[in-house]
Nanobody, 125 residues
Framework: QVQLGESGGGLVQAGDSLRLSCAAS????????MGWFRQAPGKEREFVAR????????FYTDSVKGRFSISRDNAKNTGYLQMNSLKPEDTAVYYC??????????????????WGQGTQVTVSS
């Protein structure tokens, strides 16, 4: 089992930055990759970014490319999502998720084995 806990969400204005953290505990040696998803009210959960726990395999959804940056610190068992130039359409609950093995469809929520409880990000215009 891997437990995940997000932090760092909040209320910001358009153009501001936030850094989300995802602390992993439990059988973290099993982790293969970490992803970030978001879910806005009335919408489906959407893939945002993903990084292999080794540091490679970084992938972003088109709407955040150039604004968001995913990273991880293995020593701290923590993943990060740096979000710059935030827009009102980035408003959502953000979730981190862990893969414990390789999956073909990395943008699908079904390809992730463990999930955090989510942290709210609200961007005002």
């Amino acid at each position: 089992q891997v437990q995940l806990g997000e932090s760092g969400g909040g209320l910001v204005q358009a153009g501001d930055s936030l850094r989300l953290s995802c602390a992993a505990s439990g059988r973290t040696f099993n982790m293969y990759a970490m992803g970030w998803f978001r879910q806005a009210p009335g919408k489906e959960r959407e893939f945002v970014a993903r990084i292999m726990w080794s540091g490679g395999g970084i992938f972003y959804t088109d709407s955040v490319k150039g604004r968001f940056s995913i990273s991880r610190d293995n020593a701290k068992n923590t993943g990060y999502l740096q979000m710059n130039s935030l827009k009102p359409e980035d408003t959502a609950v953000y979730y981190c998720a862990a893969q414990v093995r390789w999956y073909d469809a990395i943008v699908s929520a079904r390809s992730y084995d463990y999930w955090g409880q989510g942290t709210q990000v609200t961007v005002s215009s």
